[in-house]
């Protein structure tokens, strides 16, 4: 049984920096073999993708986080982080991490595979 755990949100004041990381367990291959991203669902908005990893090395980013936000993966340790600075209010969101079987970047979530239980950035003075 695949799971992701994303931990590492919280309450932080604009300006203020955060890292997420993502524990994926139970996937068929090492981590390397998959594109990983981060997707975030806003209070009344629908879900959108925040930056996207594939396994050949390609990165995605929403134009709204590039230069403040940074992907990146353990392959060793399984897990998917995602460092966040100069954090803004509207950055405030469920942030989830995902897994595709796909090895491209793709940043459409039903091109997901595995999805983690969302953890909440909260971003106000």
């Known amino acids: 049984q695949v799971q992701l755990v994303e931990s590492g949100g919280g309450l932080v004041q604009p300006g203020g920096s955060l890292r997420l990381s993502c524990a994926a367990s139970?996937?068929?291959?090492?981590?390397?073999?998959?594109?990983i991203a981060w997707f975030r669902q806003a209070p009344g908005k629908g879900r959108e993708v925040v930056s996207s990893?594939?396994?050949?090395?390609?990165?995605y980013y929403a134009d709204s986080v590039k230069g403040r936000f940074t992907i990146s993966r353990n392959n060793a340790k399984n897990t998917v982080y995602l460092q966040m600075n100069s954090l803004k209010p509207e950055d405030t969101a469920i942030y989830y991490c995902?897994?595709?079987?796909?090895?491209?970047?793709?940043?459409?979530?039903?091109?997901?595979?595995?999805w983690g239980q969302g953890t909440q950035v909260t971003v106000s003075s």
């Open positions: 990893h594939s396994s050949d090395n390609r990165t």
């Open positions: 139970g996937l068929p291959f090492t981590l390397n073999y998959y594109t």
């Open positions: 995902a897994v595709s079987l796909y090895t491209i970047v793709v940043i459409t979530e039903e091109m997901y595979d595995y």
